[in-house]
């Protein structure tokens, strides 16, 4: 059954949407609700089980300041490998209320490492492939400093909220550039629901080869 719901998630996630279900009128409310859909734990440990070719990664996403309409958000993500964690990406995220059709999302990388160290499992192997709790030191991310923040240029998503209530976005043809294991630049497609995330991230090169990220469907 579990196998069924991932195929059927994955085929629907890849379905054009004609242009006149795209959009519906959002505001402030949908802004604060997308944020708490995304703020929390996240695991892919289930969806690891089923399918054996995907890891076992985990997101950790946090709201640390408000500045008027715009929301400040920590996220780190990571993998478990021989029961032990390895961060490998942290982000700020700079979420604001567009217009009445859309979310913006500005992406930004830290200077430093040094930040990994804010958020931490509470629970040891094997409890926390299921458990929820983290730690987080918010009076260190307090202290960032947002004029250090490196913003990832050719990576903003506007996302959009489709009529099953899901959130939904994508960045924008080869903009947002990178290097990572011989890409040239990354594509992102998600849609949030309340109690799921689907995310497929690739890398690519400028002709069109896939260099890194599943080819056969998104992260549940």
């Given at each position: 059954?579990?196998?069924?719901?991932?195929?059927?998630?994955?085929?629907?996630?890849?379905?054009?949407?004609?242009?006149?279900?795209?959009?519906?009128?959002?505001?402030?409310?949908?802004?604060?609700?997308?944020?708490?859909?995304?703020?929390?734990?996240?695991?892919?440990?289930?969806?690891?089980?089923?399918?054996?070719?995907?890891?076992?990664?985990?997101?950790?996403?946090?709201?640390?300041?408000?500045?008027?309409?715009?929301?400040?958000?920590?996220?780190?993500?990571?993998?478990?490998?021989?029961?032990?964690?390895?961060?490998?990406?942290?982000?700020?995220?700079?979420?604001?209320?567009?217009?009445?059709?859309?979310?913006?999302?500005?992406?930004?990388?830290?200077?430093?490492?040094?930040?990994?160290?804010?958020m931490n499992e509470i629970d040891t192997y094997p409890t926390f492939q299921t458990d929820s709790s983290f730690s987080v030191n918010l009076q260190m991310l307090k202290k960032l400093d947002k004029t250090e923040l490196i913003p990832k240029v050719g990576c903003d998503i506007w996302i959009y909220k489709d009529?099953?209530?899901?959130?939904?976005?994508?960045?924008?043809?080869?903009?947002?550039?990178?290097?990572?294991?011989?890409?040239?630049?990354?594509?992102?497609?998600?849609?949030?629901?309340?109690?799921?995330?689907?995310?497929?991230?690739?890398?690519?090169?400028?002709?069109?080869?896939?260099?890194?990220?599943?080819?056969?469907?998104?992260?549940?």
């Open positions: 059954m579990k196998k069924l719901l991932i195929l059927t998630i994955c085929v629907f996630f890849t379905q054009t949407i004609t242009a006149q279900d795209k959009f519906r009128i959002i505001d402030n409310l949908d802004v604060d609700e997308y944020i708490e859909r995304i703020s929390g734990r996240f695991s892919s440990f289930e969806h690891s089980q089923i399918d054996t070719t995907r890891s076992n990664v985990l997101i950790r996403t946090i709201v640390f300041d408000v500045i008027g309409d715009t929301t400040f958000l920590y996220t780190q993500q990571g993998e478990f490998w021989n029961e032990v964690f390895y961060p490998y990406r942290q982000r700020v995220y700079k979420i604001f209320l567009e217009n009445d059709l859309l979310i913006g999302l500005k992406i930004y990388a830290l200077p430093s490492d040094s930040f990994y160290g804010v009529n099953l209530g899901g959130y939904r976005g994508e960045t924008q043809n080869d903009e947002c550039k990178g290097s990572f294991r011989g890409a040239n630049y990354t594509t992102t497609e998600f849609v949030v629901y309340e109690h799921e995330i689907i995310s497929w991230e690739r890398g690519w090169s400028d002709d069109g080869e896939q260099k890194w990220g599943p080819k056969n469907g998104p992260y549940i």
